[in-house]
């Protein structure tokens, strides 16, 4: 049984009768696969998941789709109950905020300055007060995150540590279509044409990351991305798996961000850099 809530006296007594550990999966609905993948691998290791739905005002910027982000609660209620979820907190924008906006928010630091932070101002320090509130409401022991927001699950796992908030955090790889796009909420804006043309970014970096330095990985991404000119790169990078420079050999990580028509994607996969 699937207990759906929208308060947090709800939510306290529900994690309050929780049989054992509380996993918790954070979303902002319109669920898909890989918000399915996330609760099914919560559901392996854990009997109670609670889902956390909630399009979090605090993480977009003034002229983003705040407004327009898809909001599914009913289709989203039956892929928990599908999945054997234990409760569903649905809350309104006063549950989490009451009073209004607060004015103490997190710092996402440095790192949070960089790629997605450059190009949305404001966006990480809003997630990062949205994850802390509900790690602390859900009293969650162990939460898990999506690898296709590369840099949030780092922030988040960097916050856990730097607040030593005592929380698992658990990254689960990206699920893709069977083409190759990797699954996102906001692909359901696309247009056809801009849904084949999407298909520039994970083509682009599933043939970067078969080249072993630095350059040649960039040189082939950048080629494949400029050979779709519907897409508009906002970033491609190389980075080490912090984040930092890449390194002169072993773990990376290429990342990408584009808009394809008005819809704004991410995606991102691990690269192994040889030394020459
Ligand atoms: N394709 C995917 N594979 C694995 N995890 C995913 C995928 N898409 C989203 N997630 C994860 O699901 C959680 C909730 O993400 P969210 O609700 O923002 O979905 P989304 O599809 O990423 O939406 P959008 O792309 O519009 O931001 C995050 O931890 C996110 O990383
Ligand atoms: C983690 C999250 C639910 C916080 O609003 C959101 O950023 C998301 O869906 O990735
Ligand atoms: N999936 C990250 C949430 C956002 O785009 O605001």
């Known amino acids: ?27 902002m609905g319109a669920l898909h696969e890989g918000h399915r993948t996330l609760i099914r691998t919560a559901r392996e290791r854990s009997a109670f998941v609670l889902v956390t739905i909630f399009v979090n005002p605090l993480q977009f910027g003034p002229n983003e789709d705040f407004a327009k982000y898809p909001r599914t609660l009913e289709a989203d209620v039956e892929a ?4 054997g979820v234990a409760v569903v907190f649905a809350p309104s924008r006063e549950e989490i905020y ?5 004015q103490i928010t997190m710092n996402a630091g440095s790192i ?18 949205v994850v802390e509130k509900l790690l602390l409401l859900t009293r969650a ?31 689960v790889p990206t699920v893709r279509e069977p083409d190759g796009l990797a699954m ?24 970067g990351a078969e080249q072993t330095d630095a350059e040649a990985v960039l040189a082939t991404a950048t080629k494949l991305l ?33 808009k394809v028509g ?8 691990a690269v192994h850099l040889v030394r020459r």
């Open 1 to 27: 049984m699937t207990e759906v809530i929208h308060t947090r006296a709800e939510l306290a007594a529900a994690v309050a009768a929780a049989p054992g550990e509380v996993a918790v999966v954070m979303t």
């Open 80 to 83: 928990c109950r599908a999945e």
């Open 98 to 102: 009451p009073g209004g906006a607060p």
């Open 112 to 129: 949070g300055e960089l790629l997605e932070g450059a190009s949305r101002p404001g966006h990480f320090a809003g997630m990062l007060t």
């Open 141 to 171: 022991d162990v939460a898990f995150f999506g690898e296709k927001d590369f840099q949030q699950l780092a922030l988040i796992r960097r916050m856990v540590h730097d607040l030593e908030l005592g929380v698992e955090i658990v990254g």
């Open 184 to 207: 996102s909420s906001r692909n359901r804006f696309l247009s056809p044409d801009e849904r084949r043309a999407a298909l520039a970014l994970s083509r682009a970096l599933r043939l």
């Open 226 to 258: 400029a050979e779709e000119p519907s897409v508009r790169v906002d970033y491609l990078a190389l980075t080490d798996l912090h984040l930092g420079p890449a390194p002169a050999e072993g773990p990376g990580r290429l990342l990408v961000a584009a």
């Open 262 to 269: 008005t819809t704004r994607l991410i995606d991102n996969v």
